[in-house]
């Protein structure tokens, strides 16, 4: 079954740390790109961090420093660890896999960052 699933998601306080996975099947995820997007309530989806096939990485200037995207291409499994979390943070946490024209989304995990 082709799919992406997310997981890790959930509440914390400010300043604390989460880390999102992404777990892929179905795809030879190896060859793939992968986004980190988020959707926070009210507002369009974002893109918050890339990883190439080469593991280049970039980010959104928000997240900087803060958080960190990583590829395990023996467990088809995609992360995004997530330190020193605020506020605007919270949003639902969305992977996407690309290969030239092919996308692939997961369903989303949802963070909650609040005191």
């Known amino acids: 079954q082709v799919q992406l699933v997310e997981s890790g998601g959930g509440l914390v306080q400010p300043g604390g740390s989460l880390r999102l996975s992404c777990a892929a099947s179905g795809i030879n995820f190896s060859r793939f790109a992968m986004d980190w997007y988020r959707q926070a309530p009210g507002k369009q989806r974002e893109l918050v961090a890339q990883i190439t096939m080469s593991r280049t990485t970039r980010y959104r200037e928000s997240v900087k420093g803060r958080f960190t995207i990583s590829r395990d291409n023996v467990n088809n499994t995609l992360h995004l660890q997530m330190n020193n979390l605020k506020s605007e943070d919270t949003a639902v946490y969305y992977c996407?896999?690309?290969?030239?024209?092919?996308?692939?989304w997961g369903q989303g995990t949802h963070v909650t960052v609040s005191s």
């Open positions: 996407k896999a690309t290969y030239g024209s092919y996308t692939l």
